[in-house]
Nanobody
Framework: QAQLAESGGGLVQAGDSLSLSCAAS????????MGWFRQAPGKGREFVAA????????YRAASVQGRSTISRDNAKSTMFLRMTSLKPEDTAVYLC??????????????????WGQGTQVTVSS
């Protein structure tokens, strides 16, 4: 089974940019599609972006469309999320997730099998 670990979170100001990484370790051959979700205090888990195993299909939530880039480097078993023009409403714990089998790319958290612990992103106004 693979393990996921996020990094790159922190405190930034509105309008700043931030890059997050999600490194897979362990049985990385079992990592297929990957995605980013976020959870703000008192709110449910929200889809942010997802990328297919080969990186050729990508989905983004409307809330981050135009100011986010998702990518992955399979040779390094790492996925990335770069966000620009950050807003206070982007404040949340950002979690990466991975599917353990080949399936259609999904925006639903229930379609992901491995999860990282999350990294806090705080955007001040």
């Amino acid at each position: 089974q693979a393990q996921l670990a996020e990094s790159g979170g922190g405190l930034v100001q509105a309008g700043d940019s931030l890059s997050l990484s999600c490194a897979a370790s362990g049985r990385t051959s079992g990592v297929y599609a990957m995605g980013w979700f976020r959870q703000a205090p008192g709110k449910g888990r929200e889809f942010v972006a997802a990328i297919s195993q080969r990186g050729d299909i990508q989905y983004r939530a409307a809330s981050v469309q135009g100011r986010s880039t998702i990518s992955r480097d399979n040779a390094k078993s790492t996925m990335f999320l770069r966000m620009t023009s950050l807003k206070p409403e982007d404040t949340a714990v950002y979690l990466c997730a991975a599917a353990n089998s080949a399936r259609p790319l999904s925006t639903e958290s229930t379609n992901y099998d491995f999860w990282g612990q999350g990294t806090q992103v705080t955007v001040s106004s």
